[in-house]
């Protein structure tokens, strides 16, 4: 069975949450197009290529696309810090909006030893019980030297496999090399280990093993361990597999206030540089800004240093799933004799009908990441994501983002999020926004209003001579349109000009409920997003969306 195509009429602004011009939901879309029951197909077909550009050729011409919309890092009972069912978070899921998720329970050995196992009994029984969501098998892999990653692969006869001989060989924490430290000297054999790693999961990606296999960076600047260099290094070792990180974290209600502490901060973004982390990060990096890591956040920072290489490098957002704001349900009781390290999972969770700790919202409840697929099935989901097709947006802000960069001088619809447009020096271009804002009250009953749409435009040099550089000198926002009070599908034409060289052009907007001048001033970022005062970050006042780039390659007049 292959993943389907989606039909001519599929209208390009439906978004994961929301209706399109004609008041069609995205699940009433795929639905009529027959897609849902290609959901399943473990060794399906890939999705059609998209109609670029080819290397001589000028402009470009993406597909249309449906977005689907998910969350790649959660956790369950198979977690030793966790404490839901995988059924009890599918159901959330399901309840929120999500398309597809997945599911990534920390390495250890009980988990090594026992877990994965016996979790994929559990992933089957909620794929059966949510027909209409695409459940992955992850893992959260302790990078050596480093933090932690997102990996996972689609539906297949090695997905067990796969998750559980990666651990054993390659997981920094089973394996004791977690030493990142400068100079320390174990660190250039533990940095060398984990690109040895994401080389390994591209060997069995090219031989067949497994259909696909994806990473993506969890929380990067939580600790500050993640250096420049690792990153580059990572994403240099297969580029295709490698594909990015989390620009905003999970916990995002660790600083509601009143409930975890005075000194919360969303994300739980709440340390201070050690000896582990990489010394050139300000203290001003481990926090987040708006909900977002510094590393996404800041204009002109270390996600424009890697764009501006002219290399795509994604981001996404996630709930980290762990414990729920306010939910009431704890950890059951171990039998005597048991433990994590010898079944591998935690017992059934039990209600207590009072007010648990916890940081995290349900999946979709808040953060959401949106795809952009030819096709319905897991492989369609995965080529969105390694494609670039994604935006991600706090509290359902938007309904639908679609966006498209066109050559004045030729009609098609140009190219999308993660697409490269081939253009002559001098030519005049339009960036084509199209917003469809939200249309019904978000999880916590507010309907949210966009204020404002940014574009930030940067240069593209070329590979860094020092890899460890974390700024982007020639990104800054170039444009900001007022959208307060608009309503329904609309579309923002911003003009552009190709100047001598290559640059990449991104957006990113928000509610206009928290803004002062960006990390790197206010003649690059004049009203970015800002830290919260600790203790006082209800995450519903303050909500964003952000998209990956658009590249456009010049060429000779």
Not at 298 to 318: K, P, Q
Request: proline share 6%.
């Amino acid at each position: 069975m292959t993943e389907q195509q989606l039909p001519a009429w599929a209208d390009p602004s439906v978004s994961p949450a929301g209706l399109d011009a004609q008041g069609v939901s995205r699940r009433q879309l795929l639905h009529r197009a027959g897609l849902f029951g290609a959901a399943f197909a473990a060794g399906s077909l890939a999705t059609p290529a998209a109609a670029a550009a080819g290397p001589h050729r000028l402009g470009g011409s993406d597909p249309r696309l449906a977005y689907l919309v998910g969350d790649h890092h959660i956790h369950t009972v198979y977690s030793h810090d966790a404490k839901y069912t995988f059924s009890q978070l599918a159901a959330a899921g399901e309840k929120f909006g999500l398309d597809w998720m997945v599911f990534t329970e920390h390495s250890n050995f009980g988990h090594a030893q026992y877990g994965a196992p016996l979790e994929h009994a559990e992933i089957l029984k909620a794929r059966k019980e949510n027909p209409r969501q695409l459940i992955f098998q992850g893992l959260e892999w302790y990078i050596p030297g480093a933090e932690h990653c997102t990996v996972f692969s689609p539906p297949g006869k090695h997905e067990v496999d796969l998750l559980t001989k990666f651990e054993s060989a390659y997981d920094g924490k089973l394996l004791g090399y977690t030493e990142g430290s400068t100079g320390a000297t174990d660190t250039a054999r533990n940095e060398a280990h984990a690109v040895k790693a994401i080389k390994w999961l591209a060997e069995q990606r090219r031989t067949g093993y497994v259909d696909d296999v994806l990473v993506l960076a969890n929380h990067p600047m939580r600790l500050g361990i993640d250096s420049p260099h690792e990153m580059r290094n990572w994403r240099d070792a297969a580029p295709e597999v490698m594909i990015g990180m989390e620009g905003a974290p999970g916990a995002q209600g660790a600083a509601i206030p009143g409930w975890r502490g005075t000194t919360s901060i969303r994300g739980e973004y709440e340390n201070k540089p050690s000896a582990q982390s990489w010394a050139g990060y300000p203290a001003a990096g481990y926090l987040t800004y708006g909900g977002f890591d510094w590393a996404t956040a800041t204009v002109g920072g270390l996600w424009d240093s890697m764009l501006a290489e002219g290399s795509l490098f994604s981001i996404t957002t996630n709930s980290d799933a762990h414990r729920i704001v306010f939910d009431t349900w704890k950890n059951g009781d171990w039998p005597a004799g048991q433990n994590f390290d010898n079944t591998g999972r935690l017992p059934d969770p039990v209600n207590t009908d009072t007010p648990q700790p916890g940081s995290d919202f349900w999946p979709g409840q808040f953060s959401r990441t949106h795809v952009g697929v030819t096709g319905y099935g897991y492989r369609a989901v995965m080529q969105g994501m390694r494609a670039g097709r994604v935006w991600l947006d706090h509290g359902h802000l938007l309904d639908g983002l679609d966006v498209r960069l066109t050559r004045d001088c030729e009609f098609g619809r140009g190219v999308t999020l993660g697409g490269r447009l081939r253009v002559r020096r001098g030519e005049k271009l339009t960036l084509n926004i199209t917003v469809t804002s939200a249309s019904r009250l978000n999880p916590q009953g507010i309907l949210p209003e966009l204020a404002h749409v940014d574009v930030i435009r940067g240069a593209v040099r070329g590979p860094v001579a020092d890899r460890d550089t974390w700024q982007a000198p020639d990104t800054k926002v170039v444009k900001s349109k007022d959208v307060s009070g608009r309503t329904g599908t609309y579309t923002l034409r911003v003009p552009l000009t190709a100047g001598d060289e290559s640059f990449y052009v991104r957006l990113r907007g928000s509610d206009g409920n928290r803004h002062g001048a960006g990390y790197l001033g206010a003649s690059v970022d004049p009203h970015g997003p800002i830290p919260h005062e600790p203790g006082n970050g209800d995450p519903w006042a303050d909500t964003w969306f952000y998209s990956n780039p658009v590249f456009v390659d010049v060429v000779g007049g």
